[in-house]
T-cell receptor, first 116, second 110 residues
Framework: GAVVSQHPSRVICKSGTSVKIECRSLDFQATTMFWYRQFPKKSLMLMATSNEGSKATYEQGVEKDKFLINHASLTLSTLTVTSAHPEDSSFYIC????????????FGPGTRLLVL | KNEVEQSPQNLTAQEGEFITINCSYSVGISALHWLQQHPGGGIVSLFMLSSGKKKHGRLIATINIQEKHSSLHITASHPRDSAVYICAVSVENYGQNFVFGPGTRLSVLP
């Protein structure tokens, strides 16, 4: 149980295009989903926290107009990297919290984005 | 000073060795988590601890709340244990958010 999927697993795009990454909780309802970015050999950096049906809370320094987050249902959150640039190339990971269970996150497999 | 620290940063071991990774934290927590990240990037939750000790197969995790310290032990290590091990804490009154340690990169040689 508690499986989180991400799609796509890998994406290459041209500079200036937008890329959407989906995060789904497959067998549970997730009231809260988290989006992380990870640079090579570095730890996870929280970008934003999204709660179903409300606006995402972004961490300091993360541009909300650049990284659009939508959490329209209890099983799906999306991260859209708008007008992507090479510096946006990174590994993006989502996690989901089980509704009603404090202190637990289940992680997706991650999406590797390369912007040319 | 980071709120969650780990040691060592990097560790190379021979197959079969007993391995210990340490985590110390400086905040009040509701739980501590040990996570495993394989080279492909996916993260697996190994343990969630709020007290005492847990065991799962060859993995053992302990926590000392008074000393704000946790250890992850791997017995009879195997090359497939090679991964980055991340200590993360759920901070008291901080909702569902985790605070992550920097990770320990483990390589187990055959």
């Amino acid at each position: 149980g508690a499986v989180v999927s991400q799609h796509p697993s890998r994406v290459i795009c041209k500079s200036g295009t937008s890329v959407k990454i989906e995060c789904r909780s497959l067998d549970f309802q997730a009231t809260t989903m988290f989006w992380y970015r990870q640079f090579p050999k570095k730890s996870l950096m929280l970008m934003a926290t999204s709660n179903e049906g409300s606006k995402a809370t972004y961490e300091q320094g993360v541009e909300k107009d650049k990284f659009l987050i939508n959490h329209a249902s209890l099983t799906l959150s999306t991260l859209t990297v708008t007008s992507a640039h090479p510096e946006d190339s990174s590994f993006y990971i989502c996690s989901a919290s089980l509704a009603g269970v404090v202190g637990t996150q289940y992680f997706g497999p991650g999406t590797r984005l390369l912007v040319l | 000073k980071n709120e969650v620290e780990q040691s060592p940063q990097n560790l190379t071991a021979q197959e079969g060795e007993f391995i210990t990774i340490n985590c110390s934290y400086s905040v009040g927590i509701s739980a501590l988590h040990w996570l495993q990240q394989h080279p492909g990037g996916g993260i697996v939750s190994l343990f969630m601890l709020s007290s005492g000790k847990k065991k799962h197969g060859r993995l053992i995790a302990t926590i000392n709340i008074q000393e704000k310290h946790s250890s992850l032990h791997i017995t009879a290590s195997h090359p497939r244990d090679s991964a980055v091990y991340i200590c993360a804490v759920s901070v008291e009154n901080y909702g569902q958010n985790f605070v992550f340690g920097p990770g320990t990169r483990l390589s187990v040689l055959p």
